[in-house]
């Protein structure tokens, strides 16, 4: 077939259409000696027809729309092999697939596209063929359809609640069913996109798929994959409305990691990210809870994500927010700090705590000064409360060892046991009695079984 730069103007859009035509045949390209010839022509076929389309002004006609889109489909719309393919291998996927794509979107982003016509072929059933797509193992494959889908969205304004719908159908169905899909990176790509683009005030549709599409997405095991795109959306939504600040932190607090390091320190990072455009009036709301888990997350034996929590004194805006409301903020973190201070096995971590304790001072001295005395205080009560449990709990395996003999109740201790006995509150004067065994009981159990409380000449089991 002649090129089309061959052929006069009248016939180019009939030699368009033979080459589109032309294309739609499909080879096994798994087979490399099979069928060389044809599949070299389909190849010079779609670079001829790409450089037609970039290059000739008016190239596209209302004649080759469908003809584009049933090429397009028959190429590209195929059944996805499993995901747990161990053979797969991108460089043995058709080399004309990579052609198909470029030729769709020079096609979608050519001057002479125009929608009203377009969208009579490309359609919802369309839109969820290539939705289906992103789940290619191929990152190239996805790559063309996050750029793909992104035009279609911007250029059919009919399809846009529809595509937005699809995608929350997708996430939801990934975070809570499947907990496997390749795609979510390039659709947060272009979420993140159309979320720049959402007019103010945002609308409550909107601000439900924060709450229960986007933020879920922090719980699966593979966010690695894909949080940076989702953090940048996160960010995108307050930075539209900071009111959904606290509601954020709510969330991201709920999905908190417990067991993995590197998920957490992936959470604090994208915290950092929200304070860094947080209102301060959205800040004082998130203070109790923001600066207990930073609390918890400066105690982690694990020093990347203690050192990733005091990284975040190093951030000069936060570090104002905290000065401003350094008496919210100081008897929050203080405790953890200086225990950290004493007995961190880390020496990196032991400084980076010297240095925040030393801001602390510097910003309010005459608390950092209460906080110290009282910890100190704390800390004798603790030692002393410890000291009264082991005390009793050696008295008590003296008598199992060397029980009374005589019937008469011996007092073990005339001590109060509140602090001992954690789950009952008793008042002042109760002591712990054991009777003596009167049945010649010689069970080492005897002693534990029997001990009471003397309460108003009464003997009440414990």
């Not at 009952?424 to 009695?433: Q, S």
């Not at 054991?434 to 089991?461: A, E, Q």
């Amino acid at each position: 077939m002649g090129r089309q730069a061959d052929a006069p103007t009248s016939d180019q859009s009939g030699l368009v259409v033979q080459k589109l035509q032309q294309c739609q045949k499909i080879f096994d390209f798994y087979d490399p000696v099979a069928q060389l010839k044809s599949k070299e022509i389909k190849r010079a076929a779609l670079n001829e027809l790409i450089d037609h389309i970039t290059t000739v002004k008016g190239a596209i006609t209302e004649l080759i729309y469908p003809e584009v889109i049933k090429m397009v489909s028959k190429n590209i719309f195929r059944v996805l092999p499993p995901s747990d393919n161990s053979e797969f291998d991108p460089e043995e996927d058709e080399p004309t697939l990579e052609l198909v794509y470029e030729l769709f979107l020079r096609f979608l982003e050519s001057p002479d596209f125009q929608a009203a016509i377009g969208k009579k072929y490309i359609d919802q059933r369309f839109v969820l063929n290539l939705l289906d797509l992103f789940d290619s193992e191929d990152p190239r494959e996805r790559d063309f359809l996050k750029t793909v889908l992104h035009r279609i969205y911007g250029k059919f304004l009919g399809l846009r609640a529809f595509i937005r719908k699809q995608i929350n159908n997708m996430f939801l169905s990934f975070v809570f069913e499947t907990d496997s899909f390749n795609g979510v990176g390039e659709l947060l790509e272009i979420l993140g996109s159309i979320i720049n683009g959402f007019a103010l005030p945002l609308k409550q549709e909107h601000k439900v798929f924060l709450v229960k599409v986007l933020l879920p997405l922090h719980k699966p095991r593979c966010l690695s994959l894909y949080h940076a795109q989702l953090a940048y959306c996160v960010v995108q939504f307050i930075e539209k409305d900071s009111t959904l600040t606290p509601q954020v932190f709510d969330a991201l607090l709920k999905f908190w990691p417990r067991t993995c390091s590197a998920k957490e320190v992936m959470f604090l990072g994208e915290v950092e990210e929200i304070l860094d455009i947080i209102e301060p009036e959205q800040f004082k709301k998130i203070i109790e809870p923001l600066f207990k888990q930073l609390a918890k997350c400066v105690s982690s034996p694990h020093f990347q994500v203690a050192e990733r929590a005091l990284y975040f004194w190093n951030n000069e805006y936060i570090l104002s927010l905290i000065e401003e409301n350094s008496s919210q903020v100081m008897p929050v973190m203080f405790p953890a700090l200086y225990r950290i201070s004493k007995e961190h096995w880390n020496q990196t971590i032991v400084a980076l705590v010297y240095n925040v304790l030393k801001t602390f001072m510097e910003m309010n001295g005459k608390l950092f000064d209460e906080l110290t005395a009282n910890y100190k205080l704390e800390r004798q009560k603790e030692k002393r409360k410890e000291k009264e449990r082991e005390d009793l709990w050696k008295r008590l395996a003296a008598v199992e060892l060397n029980p009374p003999k005589d019937r008469d109740p011996h007092i073990l201790s005339k001590t109060p046991l509140t602090n001992f006995t954690t789950k009952r509150e008793l008042p002042a004067g109760y002591g712990l009695i054991v009777p003596t065994n009167s049945v010649g009981d010689k069970s080492p159990n005897f002693s534990k079984r029997w001990i009471s409380f003397y309460i108003d000449d009464k003997l009440v089991p414990l």
